[in-house]
């Protein structure tokens, strides 16, 4: 008898039918010589301190560096603390009944290093010895796992994803533990939550905030001049900035009197797009944000929903390339499509004889290829899986069309002693982007209508006109933006010779940006302005502190993710590596104790009864005198005091007027809070304006 555990119920009931295990029982199939059951994402996880004997935030206990880390059973919270979820655990006695029934194992949880851990830390909590085979699939239709089951791979092949699995998962503990207690202790206020990809990421947006809101924004005014020739009307623009507005409309007015420029450079050069690459999971959930406004999280979430339906192949994938030997399936896939009415026009757009083979590459792919479809077509799916499914159909259409071939021409225009340009872009052979018609997507004041236009010839002036602009500063971060800069963190670093070492490491895996995204949100570190992401004054208090310090070195992160590459490939020791992550929690956790005080640069508040310092807290603001020993809480009438308000309140003795506050009737009321000299609070109502009637 063998056992198979998959990671998810659906999954499992899938491979219950495809080995003929149709008895269904409870928690598991039986039959065929067959018992398939499963968990439920992470049955098992890494034991809390208090399963070490270590209760509460004590200075004295850190830094928490067990000699050997302990599973348990997955805890859900309950109130302030956490107990066991009973559902997780009577699977996992059902798991461990099927492990004991069976002489050995298939593993089928999903075939990736989260996978990996899912499978040998329940493995590992139940003390199993049955020896155990690995179903690797790259998608779940029955052709995929019925040529899995009959090439099982031996269990001991994915050891070294296992170790680097289990050393990030052990990493995120030891730093996120520690480093969250640490600091949490050293400010004596509220819960600061810190992590090893978590406060790099913070780190990254707070960064970017600051520096746009710093941005010291420069007026400048170009020339714009009209132009109309063989019926086509077209601009160009001046190569001069002025910063002086009188001087700029001196040269209009120059400008307009000759009325005429010399055409003195043409220049044509052919250009070649190549085709864009299958997507990466992080590559999909930038594209769905730019155009369907999608989370990295809920994108990940319908694209799994997309693979268990068996409509994609395994989407949690770093490779955007496939292996030689699935080349050969691409043409029926792209024959399957073509039958679907919403794709027919599009795939009619592209011959097999012209397919394009830059996909394939043995050597760039990891664990799993690129994101592709399967020959199982969807006919009926919701909104959002529609348009992420269209995305990716889409994309592998482009991927396999040939190179877009352009033809750029730069004109060089004269007038006096001023130069105009104009840059014009005509389609030669529109290539891939046939598929979506996508042709204009090139930069600001680029022209792809131009005629003829001669070395040494006139054009007419038909219009001038001032254009006032202003420097810009850098972009805030939208969410694509965001997982552009987490994949290519390495490229970011200052230090020249790291930069070239990390060039193209990362900051977290495409499986878990979307997540550390999200606890970012739910910390309340950060939050959507539009489609910008920015960080909220609580994350900004946390950025200005651990700004300079280990746990939010981006440098750092990303030689861990190359560390836990070397791990997987075997070309470092886990002990190795978890010796130097040791030293490092202690590093970590020394830094953060010495950290005494808030130190806000905003901040040059004082206290009102004996106008020492005051520091802001992230429910408090105190005065730093233990003597003094003043303080008000933030949360008044359910109204957290933003840092205007306590600032207005401290230096004026009065806010702005507060709306929305909840009495203890419950209804709501708008109101001043005031400041009296001995620091006690008020209130002062709004007085209602009389109204005239006629």
């Known amino acids: 008898m063998k056992a198979i555990l998959a ?30 059951t499963w968990a439920f994402g992470h049955l098992v996880g890494l034991a809390m301190p208090e399963d070490y004997g270590i209760k509460g935030f004590n200075r004295e206990s850190l830094p928490i560096i067990p000699a050997d880390f302990l599973l348990t059973s997955r805890k859900v919270k309950s109130g302030k603390g956490y107990v066991y979820d009973e559902g997780s655990k009577r699977q996992l006695e059902i798991i461990g009944d099927v492990f004991e029934k069976c002489d050995s194992i298939i593993v089928a949880t999903d075939a990736g290093r989260e996978g990996e851990v899912i499978f040998r830390y329940i493995y590992e909590y139940l003390d199993c010895q049955k ?34 699995g289990r050393e990030r998962s052990q990493s995120d503990w030891l730093i996120g533990i520690n480093a969250t207690q640490a600091l949490t202790i050293s400010l004596g206020d509220g819960l600061y939550s810190l992590g090893r990809v978590q406060t790099p990421t913070l780190s990254l947006i707070c960064k970017r905030f600051i520096d746009h809101k710093s941005f010291e924004i420069k007026n400048y005014f170009q020339i714009e001049l009209g132009h109309q020739k063989e019926g086509i009307i077209f601009k160009s623009l001046s190569v001069d900035k002025w910063e002086d507005r009188a001087k700029a409309e001196s040269a209009v007015r120059s400008i307009e009197r000759v009325g005429t420029v010399n055409v003195v450079e043409v220049e044509k050069k052919p250009s070649a797009l190549q085709a864009p690459l299958l997507f990466d999971l992080t590559g999909l959930q930038k594209e769905a944000n730019k155009k ?23 989407p949690r994938t770093g490779a955007k390339y496939i292996p030689e030997d699935v080349w050969s399936e691409i043409p029926n896939l792209i024959v399957a499509l073509g039958a679907a009415p919403a794709f027919k026009e599009k795939v009619s757009k592209i011959k097999w004889e012209r397919y394009n083979k830059h996909i394939v590459n043995d050597v760039k792919v990891t664990d799993h ?97 001032l254009v006032a602009k202003q ?13 552009s800069a987490m994949e290519n963190a390495g490229n970011s670093i200052e230090d020249i010779e790291e930069r070239k070492a990390l060039k193209g ?79 490092l929690t202690e590093e970590v956790t020394r830094e953060l104790l010495i950290e005494k005080i808030v130190e806000d640069g ?26 003094c020993g003043w303080i008000l ?35 709501l009321f708008d109101a001043y809070i005031l400041l009296s000299e001995d620091g006690a609070t008020s209130f002062e109502f709004e007085k209602k304006k009389k109204r005239k009637f006629k």
């Open 505 to 583: 490491i990362g900051i977290g895996t495409p499986a878990t940006r979307a997540s550390v995204i999200e606890t970012l949100f739910d910390r309340s570190y950060i939050c959507r302005e539009k489609k910008s992401i920015i960080p909220t004054e609580k994350g900004l208090l946390v950025y200005k502190i651990v700004a300079d310090k280990k746990i939010a070195d981006v440098a750092m992160t990303a030689q861990w993710e190359l560390a836990f590459e070397k791990i997987q490939n075997s070309e470092m020791e886990a002990a190795e590596f978890h010796a130097e992550l040791e030293k």
């Open 471 to 483: 420097t810009k500063p850098p972009a805030l971060f939208t969410e694509a933006e965001l997982l």
């Open 7 to 36: 990671e998810k119920p659906s999954v499992a009931h899938e491979l219950a039918r495809i080995v003929g295990a149709t008895e269904r029982k409870d928690g598991y199939f039986i039959g065929d010589d067959f018992i398939v």
């Open 369 to 465: 290829h690129g994101i592709l479809i399967t020959e199982h077509i969807p006919t009926m799916l919701n909104a959002h899986e529609n348009t992420l499914y269209d995305l990716i159909a889409c994309r592998l259409l482009e991927a396999i069309s040939p190179t877009c071939h352009r033809e750029i021409t730069s004109v060089t225009l004269e007038i006096l002693h001023y130069n105009f340009t104009i840059k014009a872009i005509k389609i030669t052979s529109p290539g891939w982007k046939l598929i979506n018609g996508n042709f204009n997507e090139e930069e600001d004041d680029v022209i792809y209508d131009l005629p003829q236009l001669e070395k040494g010839g006139n054009l007419k002036i038909t219009d001038v006109k």
């Open 633 to 667: 809480f933030r949360k008044v009438c359910g109204i957290q005091l933003t840092y205007k308000n306590i600032e207005a309140l401290l230096t004026k003795k009065r806010t702005p007027l507060i709306r929305g506050m909840v009495g203890h009737s419950g209804k």
């Open 292 to 314: 369907l406004g999608f989370s990295a999280e809920k994108t990940l979430e319908i694209a799994q929903s997309l693979y268990e339906k068996k409509f994609i192949s395994y």
């Open 602 to 627: 905003q901040q040059d508040l004082s206290c009102p009864k004996c106008s020492s310092r005051a520091f802001l807290r992230e429910k408090v603001i105190k005065c730093s005198s233990e003597k």
């Open 131 to 164: 020896p155990f085979e690995r179903l690797w699939i790259s998608s779940l239709t029955e052709k995929a796992i019925i040529n899995g089951l009959n090439n099982l791979k031996k269990g001991t092949d994915f050891d070294g994803i296992y170790y680097a």
